[in-house]
């Protein structure tokens, strides 16, 4: 019963294609967000969607498009993929305004352009 | 100079060491304070959370804020092996979008 999962674990693509990585939290919590850790295993964060909401978006470039059809799930799509998108997308999931701060991580999708 | 400030190690100790991360960071707006843990290519396991200044524990693990120095500490106490692995100081100002430092690697030799 894992907390938090994505979809698909490791995604092979070439340049120029569209593709989407799916997330689900089942934590029961209202905000989810997704990441990025380069190949210098930096994290830094790319969105995060409190209840369905868009609330952050960390000026990333506008081909990444989030999308959360419940609160329980949150996919990414990327279109027109370039060499420099390669790298970890993480999602995590955490309580929304008022309650704890701790966020948790999926295990993370590796994508790889070519 | 990025907001948050990791030594990335590799950091080397024999089983039973104590060992001390540490983060510095230049934002004073940071609130929110965790370890996370993270295994090659697994995903950041949350270790610590800890709310401005102040001492946690929990188990083999401890971790510090001074929140007047901009400095948080964790230490873990009769490492192991299984302790090798990324240590990620993560940030938040309570705008919940987490700042990381770039991580330490650590080696527990048996």
């Known amino acids: 019963d894992t907390a938090v999962s994505q979809t698909p674990k490791y995604l092979v693509t070439q340049m120029g294609n569209d593709k989407s990585i799916k997330c689900e939290q089942n934590l029961g919590h209202d905000t989810m967000y997704w990441y990025k850790q380069d190949s210098k295993k930096f994290l830094k964060i790319m969105f995060s969607y409190n209840n369905k909401e868009l609330i952050i978006n960390e000026t990333v470039p506008n081909r990444f498009s989030p999308k959360s059809p419940d609160k329980a799930h949150l996919n990414l799509h990327i279109n027109s993929l370039e060499l420099g998108d390669s790298a970890v997308y993480f999602c995590a999931s955490s309580h929304a305004a008022g309650l704890s701060y701790e966020q948790y991580f999926g295990p993370g999708t590796r994508l790889t352009v070519t | 100079q990025k907001e948050v400030e990791q030594d990335p190690g590799p950091l080397s100790v024999p089983e039973g060491a104590i060992v001390s991360l540490n983060c510095t960071y230049s934002?004073?707006?940071?609130?929110?304070f965790m370890w996370y843990r993270q295994y090659s290519r697994k995903g950041p396991e949350l270790l610590m959370y800890?709310?401005?200044?102040g001492n946690k524990e929990d188990g083999r693990f401890t971790a510090q804020v001074d929140k007047s120095s901009k400095y948080i500490s964790l230490f873990i106490r009769d490492s192991q092996p299984s302790d090798s692995a990324t240590y990620l100081c993560?940030?938040?100002?309570?705008?919940?979008?987490?700042?990381f430092g770039s991580g330490t690697r650590l080696q527990v030799q048996p």
């Open positions: 800890t709310y401005s200044s």
């Open positions: 934002n004073s707006a940071f609130q929110y």
């Open positions: 993560a940030m938040d100002t309570g705008r919940r979008a987490l700042t």
